[in-house]
C-alpha cells in the first residue's frame, strides 16, 4: 500500500471514529403544559375587547395625571436602565451575527532568526544560494505582508443557532422595557389617586377639627352655666388635639407622597400639580377584560417569558452541537523575503495558504455534556418560568376584576354609612345643646363619623386603583 492511500486510509479512519464518537444525548423537550381558561370566571371578563389595547393617554382622563407620566417615560431612571439593556443586547446579536462571517484581516511583521551552524536547517542555508553567487544571509530576517482570512463553516446550525438565540433575548429585552413602561404608569397613577385621597383627607380632618372646635366653646358656655363639668371640656380639647395631630401626620403622608412621584419622574422635590375637585365624584374608568387567551398578547411579561423560552430551547441546540466534529477553514496571501528591497520580487516572494481543519472531540468531553445538561435545565426552567408567568398574569387579572365588584358593593354600603352619621353629628348636637344627651355619646359620634368618612375616600382611592391596576394586568400602557 503506498503512502498515500495509507494517509487516505487513517484520515477516513479518523473521520469515521469522529463521527461515530460525537453522539449527543437526548434533551428534554420544553413544552407548555396547561392550557389558559377560556374565562376570568366572572362575569365582566366575557368582554369581546380589552382595555390594554387603549393607549395610556386616552386611559386616564386627568391632564395633570397625563403630564406627569409624559414626563417619567422621558427622566425615569430604571427605565432609562432598561433601554440600555436592549442596546446591550442589540448589540450581542451583532456579535453572533458577525461570527457566521469569515474573519479577515492583514497582517504586517519582521524579524530575524541565528540558527546554530551545525543543525539541519544551518547546514541547509549554509550551502544554499539565494543567488548565484549569493550565499544565504546569516543571520536571516524574515519580513511580511499578508492578507489572512478564518472561517468557521456553520455545519450544524450552532452559529446561526446562538444568532437566533440572540435575536430573541434582544426581543425579549424590548417586552421586558415595555413591562416596566406598565409598572411605572400603573405606579404613577397609584400615587397620584393617593396624593388627592391625602389631599381629601386633610380637608375632612380640617372640617371635623372646625366642629369639635365648635363643640368645645359650647362644653365650655354649659360649664360656665353648671350644665356641664371639667371632664367633659378636658375631653373636647383631648378630641379636637387629637384631630390636629391627625391633621400633621396626613401632611407628612402627603409630602412623602410627593417625592414618591418626584423620584419616579427623575427629578428633585417639587409640588405635584394635581386637579382640585371633589375626589369622591371621581369615577373610576370602565375597564374590558376580554378573553385570557389575549393576555398571551398584550402582556409584556408573558411575551418576555415566551421568548426567553425559545432562546432556551436555541441553546439547547448550539449545546449539542458542540458534540459534532467543527469545519475550520483559513487561508492567507502575501508576500514575504528576508529583505525589504526582496518583498515585492515577484513572483519569488509571493507567498500563499489554504487549510481545513476539521476537530472533534472523543475523549473527556464531561465539559461539554456539563454544558449540555446545563443548558438543557435552563429551557425546563424558562418552561416553568412561562407557565408561573401566565398564571400569575391569569390570577392577577381575575382579582382586580373580583375586587372592583367588591369595592363598588362596599363604596354604597360605606357612603350610606357616612350619610347616617353626618345626620347622627346634627341629632347629637341639638341633643347635646338641650342636655338631652351627654358629651360622650356627641364625641363618638364625631369619632365615627370621621373614621367613616376617611375609609370612605380610601375606598374611592381603591376603586380607582383597582381599576389601573386591571390595565395594568391586562398588558396596557406600553403601546
Known amino acids: 500500500?503506498?503512502?498515500?492511500?495509507?494517509?487516505?486510509?487513517?484520515?477516513?479512519?479518523?473521520?469515521?471514529?469522529?463521527?461515530?464518537?460525537?453522539?449527543?444525548?437526548?434533551?428534554?423537550?420544553?413544552?407548555?403544559?396547561?392550557?389558559?381558561?377560556?374565562?376570568?370566571?366572572?362575569a365582566k371578563a366575557q368582554d369581546t375587547t380589552n382595555t390594554s389595547t387603549v393607549k395610556w393617554n386616552e386611559f386616564f382622563k386627568d391632564q395633570n395625571l397625563v403630564d406627569l407620566i409624559d414626563v417619567a417615560l422621558k427622566n425615569n431612571q430604571e427605565l432609562n436602565m432598561t433601554l440600555q439593556e436592549i442596546e446591550i443586547a442589540k448589540n450581542d446579536v451583532r456579535v453572533r451575527k458577525g461570527l457566521l462571517l469569515p474573519t479577515v484581516g492583514v497582517r504586517a511583521g519582521a524579524g530575524v532568526e541565528k540558527v546554530g551552524r551545525y543543525t539541519s536547517q544551518g547546514a541547509g542555508d549554509a550551502s544554499t544560494e539565494i543567488k548565484p553567487g549569493v550565499e544565504t544571509p546569516d543571520p536571516l530576517g524574515d519580513f511580511t505582508i499578508a492578507a489572512y482570512a478564518n472561517w468557521e463553516v456553520d455545519i450544524?446550525?450552532?452559529?446561526?443557532?446562538?444568532?437566533?438565540?440572540?435575536?430573541?433575548?434582544?426581543?425579549?429585552?424590548?417586552?421586558?422595557?415595555?413591562?416596566?413602561v406598565t409598572n411605572l404608569i400603573a405606579e404613577i397613577a397609584d400615587s397620584y389617586y393617593e396624593l388627592l385621597a391625602l389631599d381629601s383627607q386633610l380637608d375632612i380632618v380640617k372640617q371635623t377639627i372646625k366642629l369639635q372646635s365648635n363643640a368645645l366653646e359650647i362644653v365650655k358656655i354649659q360649664k360656665q352655666a353648671a350644665r356641664a363639668t371639667e371632664l367633659g371640656v378636658k375631653k373636647f380639647e383631648a378630641e379636637v388635639l387629637t384631630s390636629r395631630s391627625l391633621e400633621f401626620d396626613i401632611l407628612q403622608q402627603i409630602k412623602e407622597n410627593e417625592n414618591k412621584i418626584n423620584f419616579l419622574l427623575g427629578r428633585y422635590p417639587q409640588e405635584i400639580k394635581?386637579?382640585?375637585?371633589?375626589?369622591?365624584?371621581?369615577?373610576p374608568a370602565s375597564v374590558s377584560?376580554?378573553?385570557?387567551?389575549?393576555?398571551?398578547?398584550?402582556?409584556?411579561?408573558?411575551?418576555?417569558?415566551?421568548?426567553?423560552?425559545?432562546?432556551?430551547?436555541?441553546?439547547?441546540?448550539?449545546?449539542?452541537?458542540?458534540?459534532?466534529?467543527?469545519?475550520?477553514?483559513?487561508?492567507?496571501?502575501?508576500?514575504?523575503?528576508?529583505?525589504?528591497?526582496?518583498?515585492?520580487?515577484?513572483p519569488e516572494s509571493i507567498l500563499y495558504s489554504l487549510a481545513g481543519d476539521l476537530a472533534a472531540p472523543l475523549i473527556n468531553r464531561n465539559a461539554?455534556?456539563?454544558?449540555?445538561?446545563?443548558?438543557?435545565?435552563?429551557?425546563?426552567?424558562?418552561?416553568?418560568?412561562?407557565?408561573?408567568?401566565i398564571l400569575n398574569a391569569y390570577l392577577e387579572v381575575s382579582n382586580q376584576l373580583s375586587k372592583i365588584d367588591n369595592l363598588q358593593k362596599s363604596y354604597d354600603l360605606k357612603s350610606q354609612q357616612v350619610d347616617a352619621l353626618n345626620t347622627s353629628i346634627d341629632v347629637s348636637n341639638d341633643l347635646f345643646k338641650s342636655a338631652r344627651v351627654d358629651y360622650f355619646e356627641v364625641l363618638m359620634t364625631q369619632r365615627d363619623a370621621l373614621e367613616s368618612k376617611l375609609e370612605l375616600i380610601d375606598t374611592k382611592k381603591e376603586q380607582l386603583n383597582a381599576a389601573v391596576h386591571v390595565y395594568r394586568d391586562l398588558g396596557g400602557g406600553w403601546k
Open 156 to 180: 450544524w446550525k450552532k452559529l446561526r443557532n446562538s444568532k437566533k438565540a440572540a435575536v430573541s433575548r434582544y426581543l425579549a429585552t424590548v417586552e421586558g422595557k415595555n413591562f416596566v
Open 1 to 42: 500500500m503506498s503512502k498515500f492511500k495509507l494517509y487516505q486510509y487513517s484520515v477516513a479512519v479518523g473521520l469515521c471514529l469522529a463521527v461515530a464518537g460525537c453522539k449527543a444525548p437526548a434533551a428534554e423537550t420544553a413544552t407548555t403544559s396547561t392550557p389558559v381558561p377560556e374565562a376570568f370566571g366572572i
Open 289 to 346: 377584560a376580554g378573553m385570557p387567551s389575549q393576555l398571551l398578547m398584550n402582556r409584556p411579561d408573558v411575551k418576555q417569558a415566551e421568548l426567553e423560552l425559545v432562546a432556551a430551547k436555541l441553546d439547547v441546540k448550539v449545546a449539542r452541537a458542540e458534540f459534532y466534529p467543527s469545519l475550520d477553514i483559513s487561508a492567507a496571501f502575501g508576500v514575504q523575503a528576508f529583505k525589504p528591497s526582496y518583498l515585492f520580487t515577484f
Open 368 to 389: 461539554i455534556k456539563a454544558e449540555f445538561s446545563s443548558a438543557n435545565a435552563r429551557q425546563l426552567q424558562a418552561l416553568y418560568n412561562y407557565d408561573k408567568t
Open 274 to 283: 394635581r386637579t382640585n375637585t371633589n375626589f369622591l365624584t371621581l369615577l
